[in-house]
């Protein structure tokens, strides 16, 4: 189990972990979101920034995900904003949902995730078809869509110990 | 009923406008500026464009530095790999070297030949300039297939600039920042490429497939059935976008109990890239004669000074091409001279060979008559006996012993 007695740098490295993790995630070459397989791949900043924001929201700060954002689209080669954009969206959606919920449910959010997830791909497939006239397959964002969805909650236990070890 | 879209409108308040704690700005705000950002980025102002770059710069050069350890690791993973298949690739090596030796004269004897025509129709002959870059992000997404290379504007990157893996086409530039660029790879949905199936030499536009493969797009109605397995693709140079005559790939058909995919499998794998050569310096000998001639005159040509140079060039190759044609009408009359006299003297040979065999045509008559005439003259020849005969020599002797005697009458 992961704790830190004394609140000082390393504290803080590890409250700052998530932001890094989203930072090195967007910037890396090794892209979860696209293992070179037919039919899977899954959004990982998605999965990190919606625990997160619900979860432990205020050591994510909602600029870092929006500037994230701007460098997945840098990457990737997407218009920029278009990431920022699902990025805050996800950001509003679990503070909304925060606001709403008193008890919370793990299998609830799980759904809620693949809702928000849902509505936000369905969103960026539109804008970039539509706007931007980019030819995309629809079937990779579905697949894209479900798995992320599924793979939430395998995340999800891991990032509660990291929780633990930073509430103790 | 009131209170709960009360409550629904404060937690949407709440989501959009409370700055919780530590956080610097609302929500809002930040939906505000990524659409603002969106907009901003689809406009091409001069200021934007900088800014986009310095942006991409930094990102890329950041990405490149984040993605040092995984590169490490999965360079590392492959050259075990190479290591346990060393031998037999060196094998294979081996044999497909001393293939490509014998066939490489062929090729440079063929390209020689190809030049040659090309200057000889006018076409535009290109010479290469490549210049050898480094993919520093190679980052997949499921949606785009594109990579960054350590080349841009600085190095004379231009947008369309070709790009290769050897001699195979990769893509072509899209973006070009100072030091860096962004090339659409060929297996992108967005890439169209104008190419040539060959041996059928049929015309045709490819577009990726999202994946690692091309699929061929916009053909000719009919023309399908005609593709024969493992033909070879190469560009067409249609919409000068491409340049013409560079490999892209084979024709793979798949057939289905449905339907028959063509497809188009890359000669380069897109995946295992690490550099690349870009073409920067690709000029016709058109302009390069244009360029030649004018190196004493002003730097600037006027367009139509430029293009009176075009149509004085084309009136030169008219007149050679007159004069190449009067001197094969000539040569054509000579020979028809020729051969007239070659028919009149063949034309005397046989009116002299059919008097011959008419000759012994009659000669074979007179021989058969004075056969007939030992046997059956005296039955002919008027005599003391025989009263109704006839006087040796006349038409009614020859008649009557070519009848073997005279027919007598009723």
Known sequence: ?168 | MASSRDDFVIAIRSAFLKKSTQQKFSLLTLVFLSVFTILLSSLDFKIIRYIKIGINEMVYRSSFVVSIPENFIKNRFLDIKDYTTFFNEYKNNKKELNKLKSQNTNFEIVQYENRELKELINDYVLSSDKILAKIIVDRDSPFLKSIIINKGSKDNIKIGTNIFDQNYLVGRVIEVNYKTARVLLLSDLNSNVPVTISPQNIQAIITGNGKSQGQIKYIKEGVLDQFSKQGIIYTSGTGAIFKSGIPVGELEIIEDSNSVKYNVEFYSDFSQLKYVFADVGAKSVLENLTSGENENQKESIEPMEAKLKILENEIKIFEEVNTKLKEENDYLKTNINNLNDQISTQKKEISSHKESINKTHINKQELEFLRLNLDHGHKCRRSFFNSKGFSVGSDKYKNCVLNKGRKTDG
């Open chain 1, 1 to 168: 189990m992961v704790s830190f007695k004394t609140k000082g740098p390393y504290f803080k490295l590890y409250s700052w972990l998530p932001v890094i993790i989203l930072f090195i995630s967007v910037l890396n070459e090794f892209d979860l979101n696209y293992l070179n397989l037919d039919y899977f791949s899954f959004n990982f900043p998605f999965i990190l920034i919606f625990f997160f924001t619900l979860k432990d929201f205020r050591h994510f700060d909602y600029l870092f995900v929006f500037l994230c954002g701007l460098i997945n689209d840098t990457v990737v080669g997407f218009p920029l904003g278009i990431s920022s954009l699902s990025y805050i969206l996800i950001c509003i959606a679990t503070s909304y949902f925060r606001n709403i919920t008193i008890r919370p449910n793990p299998i609830r959010d799980w759904f809620y995730f693949l809702f928000i997830v849902g509505l936000i791909n369905s969103i960026n497939y539109s804008v970039l078809s539509l706007f931007f006239l980019y030819n995309l397959i629809l079937m990779d964002y579905l697949v894209n869509t479900f798995f992320t969805f599924l793979f939430y909650i395998l995340f999800v236990s891991v990032f509660k110990y990291y929780l633990k070890g930073l509430n103790d």
